[in-house]
């Protein structure tokens, strides 16, 4: 499985970027994805996932009624639309797939990256005025 992250950038406060994340290689019908972020000195965080077992989303409490996550099954690609971006968000983006089944939930995984095998690049998202 591999993973093309792409969409970052920078902005202004309040603006708007979709992250997206092409996925190709061997893909099961079904697999956990999630979005993570890592700001320069701190430690990766969980921004919204879903588990291959719960399809209701997760999101960390700062994004929640800002940044959608979805998937786009056709086409394989993973989306991350972010709304009324703000300072703090400014990070390193990664999307990471997970192909193990489970019955845990989105927030579980959103908790513990080391679960997903698979990892995107990285795309830098910077907001500022």
């Known amino acids: 499985v591999q993973l093309q992250a792409s969409g970052g950038g920078w902005v202004q406060p309040g603006g708007s970027l979709r992250l997206s994340c092409a996925v190709s290689?061997?893909?099961?019908?079904?697999?956990?994805i999630g979005w993570f972020r890592q700001a320069p000195g701190r430690e990766r965080e969980g921004v919204s996932c879903?588990?291959?077992?719960?399809?209701?989303?997760y999101y960390t409490d700062s994004v929640k009624g800002r940044f959608t996550i979805s998937k786009d099954s056709a086409q394989n690609t993973l989306y991350l639309q972010m709304n009324n971006l703000k300072p703090e968000d400014t990070a390193v983006y990664y999307c990471?797939?997970?192909?193990?089944?489970?019955?845990?939930?989105?927030?579980?995984?959103?908790?513990?990256?080391?679960?997903?095998?698979?990892w995107g690049q990285g795309t830098q998202v910077t907001v500022s005025s």
């Open positions: 990471a797939v997970t192909t193990v089944k489970t019955a845990y939930s989105s927030g579980w995984y959103c908790q513990r990256h080391k679960r997903y095998g698979y």
């Open positions: 879903i588990s291959i077992s719960d399809n209701s989303p």
């Open positions: 290689g061997y893909t099961p019908e079904k697999y956990g």
